[in-house]
């Protein structure tokens, strides 16, 4: 693989390695899916409460939010070509103590073993695909992002024709979904570290490309934390409509778990093609100008979601879920070129960011619908979309050219 391949050096993008990740960001994620797909079978079958629902979602996203930095501040150091692998290996090992735990706790230590994949995976995999972009990483990241958003609109589907005709153990059918991406991950891996040693010995003769202006310290500190909190009111909304909206489906408007999935599948697969247009819309426009469009849409939709009637429910779903997501990998790249020397830890640090929210969001919302009803906890969550409007605030960017 390593000798049919170009290398990204000269500002030429590498297509074959790019949609590998891609498809390999796709499989890691559809393992990640399996966890909310379960939740209305664990609803039913251990008679689970949405709070100990939310504290599954917790295990799994905490994890994977408090390493992902971490795995991208040592990667940064010292690059892991074969990490990607190993990861996929550890989300092998929680799907199969997924598929056959008897008991809760025994759930909570498998979606952990699901996270640390999740969290090696993500940061090094964002990393091959910046260096398998040239200058297209608006594209490159997308195709990759793109991937693993598809893999998470999976989940509806895996909880309506998987898991509720099988139950519990259907989730040992991934494991084969598992054993295809070490296998891939592992020829990735090999690309990976010959590019490695080829950026080695031309090391000082590559320019670092930007789109952004150059920044003072504490501009750069302010953009990062506006990023943050787009990324914080981002992930609390997209967490509740993925593990948390069937319910509301079920309850307000009668509909069935394998009926209310497909309704989730739609927003999830919009989101999907949202993710993917982000990214090469931002390289014509500017990163900026798509994060603000990605804000502003969905606020009015979002707030009007919990009122309307099912017929206009499907039309909201698709709007809110394109355009909320339209600027998910833009976020990404925006945040590596803030910090070009730290591709890693920025990629660990704004995905892993959207785990941690997803993990206060899963037991935060959870916790509500104990507490104030499945509908007033929707009615809440709606407004949190208007939070986003602080990235107004952040530095205007341009097109980068190769030289």
Not at 32 to 60: H, K, R, S, W, Y
Not at 93 to 107: S, T
Not at 371 to 391: D, H, R
Request: proline residues 5%; charged residues 10%; glycine residues 10%.
């Amino acid at each position: 693989m390593t000798k049919a391949i170009s290398s990204p050096l000269a500002g030429n993008p590498v297509y074959p390695v790019m949609f590998a990740m891609g498809a390999c960001h796709m499989l890691n994620d559809s393992l990640q899916a399996v966890i909310p797909a379960m939740f209305p079978i664990l609803e039913t079958n251990l008679g689970l409460t949405f709070t100990q629902l939310g504290l599954i979602a917790f295990a799994l996203n905490i994890v994977a939010s408090v390493l992902q930095p971490v795995v991208g501040f040592i990667s940064d150091r010292k690059p892991m070509p074969f990490a990607l692998p190993l990861g996929m290996a550890s989300s092998f090992v929680g799907i199969a103590g997924l598929a056959f735990a008897p008991e809760y706790w025994m759930i909570l230590v498998s979606v952990m073993f699901l996270g640390l994949g999740s969290a090696i995976f993500h940061p090094e995999g964002s990393r091959v695909s910046y260096m398998a972009a040239g200058t297209r990483r608006g594209l490159s990241q997308s195709i990759y992002q793109v991937g693993g958003n598809s893999g998470q609109a999976l989940a509806p589907l895996i909880s309506a024709f998987i898991l509720v005709p099988l139950g519990q153990h259907g989730a040992a059918l991934f494991l084969f979904v598992a054993a295809i991406g070490i296998f891939i991950l592992s020829k990735i891996s090999a690309w990976y570290k010959s590019q490695l040693a080829k950026e080695k010995l031309q090391k000082g003769k590559r320019a670092i490309l930007s789109s952004l202006p150059e920044l003072t310290k504490k501009q750069v500190g302010i953009a990062l934390a506006l990023l943050m909190i787009i990324i914080f009111a981002r992930s609390f909304y997209v967490t509740n409509m993925t593990s948390f909206y069937i319910f509301h489906l079920m309850e307000s408007y009668g509909l069935t778990i394998q009926t209310g999935q497909l309704y989730i599948f739609l927003f999830l697969a919009v989101g999907a093609a949202g993710t993917f247009f982000g990214g090469p819309m931002a390289d014509k426009v500017g990163r900026k100008n798509v994060i603000v469009l990605s804000l502003f849409v969905p606020i009015p939709l979002a707030i009007a979601l919990p009122y309307v009637p099912l017929f206009a429910v499907i039309v909201l779903l698709v709007l809110i879920g394109f355009f909320i997501m339209l600027s998910f990998s833009v976020t990404v790249v925006y945040a590596q070129e803030l910090v070009p020397s730290k591709i890693g830890t920025m990629s660990g640090l704004t995905v892993g960011l959207a785990f941690g929210m997803g993990a206060i969001g899963g037991v935060v919302i959870g916790i509500l619908m104990d507490s104030i009803g499945v509908y007033e906890t929707m009615i809440v969550v709606s407004f949190f979309p208007i939070i986003g409007l602080v990235g107004l605030g952040l530095p205007k960017d341009r097109k980068i050219t190769a030289a």
